[in-house]
Each structure stands twice: as structure tokens, then as C-alpha cells.
């Protein structure tokens, strides 16, 4: 199958103006001006108009609770298992899924099927091993042998440090199994990069700063997540992105209640205005994620599930409301978390890479169109392809 985007306006994400795609099978062929392509009577030919549109690659959302996560509220609040819609629907056509502070009903095991599952529906799906607890929980006996046998991990996590759900490692501990990840990665070609998941306890990211200046291990291993969660965190942050970190944002959508004190639009804005390099910053949804919402007393009424629609939705609040450029704020779900995790042939709009495109209308930055490896899944606002136990 061969397709043309045609007229839209490329951000890959760095801006190309208005450009033509051609789409060869599930990869980028060539990117141009006023493309023509006449292959009629040999093989299908399908011309996407993407007049009045932004042309993006697909997004990336690092941290998604694939099989559900919660269960902090007894067994009732176990959330439920993605669906693929609500993925396409956010525009993510590759996500990493982990699992959270429940690794007992859930289990590494069942996690990979999933995503094994997601890819046979259609998108591109990554794991990470282990889950809140060190020592951690594993496929094949060991942290390092699951990053070098198993092709879907690309790192481990989420690792709960400063949390009162977190299995209070000491500084070793970490430290030992950021280098197991660290080698796991380098001897299997991959990132092996360890997600932490950061409450609010004081020690912050008191941890990771010590790792790095007593050890050889780089800032590039650790990727600290919810940064946003609290001021002092964020600070704390902020400072650790200057000195050579990368940090994740956690993204919420307000209708199901709020992830941070800080919203992750706002938080960019306030990074870049502090000197953080840009492409230290990724935003992730915490999709499937319990979160609690609260009413005007902060008492919390019920359990809500993370959104992957608020991925976006942070970016396009990044853009509209905090006057970001488009491509810092698209940056953040697609080329920063796709050099971060090494992800081969993601992230970027460019010739050889998956053929991973999300059109977005100008006027209103609304999601329209979603291909995932050149395969249309969702056009004209209206999901195409649903996953196999969905309506
Ligand atoms: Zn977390």
C-alpha cells in the first residue's frame, strides 16, 4: 500500500512547512514538495489531504499502565486494562507499559502479553520490567537477563523511591540494579534506562544525584517520573535537568482530577525559562493509573483511571495557553522520549522511520487523523480499527 499526505503542514518534529509524505508499506519513503506518485493499476494508492492540518509523528507515551494499575484503595480500585481506541483516540502509536505498586495480582508475565497483544491490533508497544519493589520482579530469573532476552524491554520500573509505597531500597540496592539494567541494555542493544517513580518524600531525588556522582553510571540510565507532583520536587527537578538529568512530566487531565500541583504545560514552560535543555523533558500520561479525585474540600469522592487523552491534551495546553512553540511542546512526546529509550525508527518524521503520523487540525489542535506503521486507524475524528474485544 502507498500513501500521500499531502499540504500538511510537517512538523517532524522540527519544523518543515508544508511538505508531502509518501508512505511505502509501514515506512517513511520520501518527504517533498507537491509529490506525484502514479502507481494506479499496479498497487493501491491512497492520497490523505492534510490541507488546514499539522502534520506530527506519532506520539509516544512512556508510561502507561498497560493491564491497569491502582488496587491503593482495596481490590475494588484494581483499574482496569488499556483498550487500543483510547490509545488511538490520544494519538499514541507507540507506548511503554510498566507496571506500578502492585506486583503481586500483576505480573511482569501478563504485562508482555499485553503489549504483544497491542502490536498484533496494530501500534508499537515496549515494556519495562519490574514494577514499585527492589528486589524486582522479572521474566527469567533476573533484571539483566530480561533486558538482554526480552526484546519488548527497554528499561525497568517504575521504581518507587521517596514514597511511602516504595520498598525503602537503600542507596545499594539501586545502585546495583541500575547497573544491571545499565549493562542489560548495553550488551542487548537497548537503552536500559530505569524508570523511578519519585512520592513525596523529602529524599526526592537525594538518590539519584549520589548514584551519579559516586558512580561511572550516567544521568542517561534514569528517567524520574511525576517531577510535577509537588513544588519542591519540581524544583528539585528542575536543578537536576540543569546539572545532566532528564525528568518526565506527568500529564492529567483536570475532569479526572489532578496528577500534580504543578500541570505539565505549565511545568515545561517553567523548565525552559530556567535553562533546561529542551530535549531532557518528556511528558508521559500515567495512563490506566488510579487517580484519586478530590472535591473543593480535597476530600477524595472516587477513583478515577489516567487518561491518555491528557498526553496531548498537556501539549496542546503547552502551545495555547503557555504560548510554547509547537515543536519544544510536540518534542516532548515524540523525539525526546524516542532518544531516550532508543527507539528505533520512532519519534521523528523522516525517510526510513516507521510511518507513525498524527494530523492535528490547526485551528483547534484537535486529534483527526492517526496512522500507525501506515496503517490508518483513525480518520476524520472517527477510530477505524478497534481492538479485538471492543465494540
Ligand atoms: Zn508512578
Do not use: W
Not at 327 to 348: C, F
Amino acid at each position: 500500500m502507498i500513501k500521500i499526505i499531502k499540504n500538511g503542514d510537517v512538523y517532524a518534529p522540527e519544523h518543515l512547512g508544508i511538505k508531502d509524505i509518501l508512505i511505502i508499506g509501514d515506512k517513511v519513503g520520501c518527504i517533498g514538495d507537491a509529490i506525484e506518485f502514479d502507481v494506479r493499476g499496479y498497487v493501491p494508492l491512497e492520497v490523505i489531504d492534510a490541507k488546514g492540518k499539522y502534520v506530527f509523528p506519532g506520539f509516544i507515551d512512556g508510561h502507561v499502565h498497560l493491564t491497569g494499575g491502582g488496587g491503593e484503595g482495596g481490590f475494588r480500585s484494581r483499574t482496569p486494562e488499556i483498550s487500543l481506541s483510547s490509545l488511538i483516540k490520544g494519538g499514541v502509536t507507540s507506548v511503554i507499559g510498566c507496571l506500578g505498586t502492585d506486583c503481586v495480582t500483576r505480573s511482569p508475565e501478563s504485562l508482555y502479553a499485553k503489549a504483544k497483544g497491542l502490536e498484533e491490533e496494530g501500534i508499537s508497544t515496549y515494556i519495562l520490567t519490574g514494577a514499585y519493589r527492589i528486589p524486582m520482579t522479572n521474566l527469567t530469573g533476573s533484571p539483566m537477563k530480561d533486558m538482554i532476552l526480552v526484546d519488548k524491554a527497554v528499561g525497568a520500573g517504575e521504581i518507587a523511591l521517596s514514597d511511602h509505597r516504595s520498598s525503602q531500597p537503600n542507596l545499594d540496592e539501586v545502585k546495583r540494579l541500575a547497573a544491571d539494567i545499565r549493562v542489560g541494555g548495553i550488551l542487548s542493544g537497548k537503552a536500559g534506562v530505569l524508570n523511578i517513580h519519585l512520592g513525596d518524600g523529602p529524599a526526592g531525588l537525594q538518590m539519584l544525584r549520589e548514584i551519579i556522582a559516586t558512580t561511572e553510571i550516567p544521568y542517561s540510565q534514569f528517567l524520574p517520573t511525576h517531577i510535577n507532583r509537588n513544588e519542591q520536587l519540581f524544583e528539585e527537578g528542575v536543578e537536576y535537568a540543569k546539572a545532566g538529568g532528564f525528568i518526565d512530566l506527568t500529564c492529567s487531565d483536570p475532569a479526572f482530577g489532578e496528577a500534580g500541583d504543578i500541570t505539565a504545560s505549565a511545568g515545561l514552560k517553567r523548565c525552559l525559562e530556567r535553562g533546561v535543555p529542551p530535549q531532557r523533558i518528556t511528558f508521559t500520561s500515567d495512563g490506566q493509573g488510579s487517580l484519586p479525585i478530590f472535591n473543593e474540600n480535597k476530600e477524595c469522592m472516587r477513583m478515577g483511571v489516567g487518561q491518555i487523552s491528557a498526553l496531548f491534551a498537556a501539549v496542546r495546553a503547552a502551545v495555547r495557553e503557555e504560548g510554547i512553540g509547537i515543536e519544544h511542546a510536540l518534542s516532548v512526546i515524540t523525539r525526546n522520549p524516542a532518544e531516550i529509550y532508543k527507539l528505533k525508527g520512532k519519534g521523528r518524521i523522516a525517510v526510513s522511520f516507521d510511518a507513525d503520523v498524527v494530523l492535528v487540525d490547526r485551528s483547534t489542535l484537535e486529534i483527526d487523523t492517526v496512522l500507525a506503521k501506515g496503517r490508518t486507524l483513525m480518520s476524520g475524528k472517527r477510530v477505524l480499527v478497534t481492538g479485538t474485544f471492543e465494540a
